[in-house]
């Protein structure tokens, strides 16, 4: 049972454009919604993460939107650069117990 | 403070062999979770331990795998009589607490080959 479902699977954006990755959970309990971040041979790292009290999260050029009633969140990398290429994990969880998306493959052309 | 550890980092065995995987969380974590990535696919979690204890082990095949977390020494991940659909990436991860909004730190991986 797939309980984070991430699209796309795959995205190509030039340098400087805005990458939008979305994710959609089925769980109304889940309580934490991180973003992952991982570069070929190392594991996922935590970029972003937001609790479901807010709507957006803004870290740099990072932000998370989160819409309680959709169950949808999703990530947006501003001003994309070639050193954000990497696969982005999204997940959620409650009380820990983290389930991921798929991944999206992220490519930020020069 | 050193980050999550994992070794080998690369494991190659035969088909029946045993595979052990080693996990060393951040000082001061007592969680740790394992998850399995197999080519082009998200992390499947496989099992929460906490020190001496397995917590939630429902994303872990019923047959040839176990893990343990000793109370001195790494959490450990072992597949026996390993056969080729084993072949993935292990992960990891550990947090100091299971509460909600703690952080997971994921270790750089085991890369399991089976031959």
């Known amino acids: 049972q797939q309980q984070v479902k991430q699209s796309p699977q795959s995205l190509i954006v030039q340098k400087g454009g805005i990458s939008i990755i979305n994710c959609a959970y089925e769980n109304t309990a889940f309580d934490y919604f991180p973003w992952y971040q991982q570069f070929p041979g190392k594991g996922p790292a935590l970029l972003i993460a937001i609790r479901p009290d807010v709507s957006e999260k803004k870290e740099g050029r990072f932000t998370i939107s989160f819409n309680k009633s959709a169950k949808q969140f999703s990530l947006h990398i501003m001003d994309s650069q070639p050193g954000d290429s990497a696969t982005y994990f999204c997940?959620?969880?409650?009380?820990?117990?983290?389930?991921f998306g798929a991944g999206t493959r992220l490519t930020v052309k020069p | 403070n050193a980050g999550v550890m994992q070794n080998p980092r690369h494991l190659v065995r035969r088909r029946g062999q045993e595979a052990r995987l080693r996990c060393s969380p951040m000082?001061?974590?007592?969680?740790v979770y394992w998850y399995r990535q197999l080519p082009e696919e998200g992390l499947k979690f496989m099992v929460y331990?906490?020190?001496?204890?397995?917590?939630?082990e429902s994303g872990m095949p019923k047959e040839r795998f176990s893990a343990e977390f000793p109370k001195e020494g790494p959490s450990i991940l072992r597949i026996q009589q390993v056969v080729r659909g084993d072949s993935a990436a292990y992960f990891c991860?550990?947090?100091?607490?299971?509460?909600?909004?703690?952080?997971?730190?994921f270790g750089p991986g085991t890369r399991l080959l089976v031959l």
């Open positions: 331990l906490q020190k001496e204890n397995i917590i939630d």
């Open positions: 997940a959620a969880g409650e009380n820990n117990d983290m389930r």
């Open positions: 991860a550990s947090s100091p607490r299971h509460t909600a909004g703690e952080t997971q730190y």
């Open positions: 000082k001061g974590h007592s969680h």
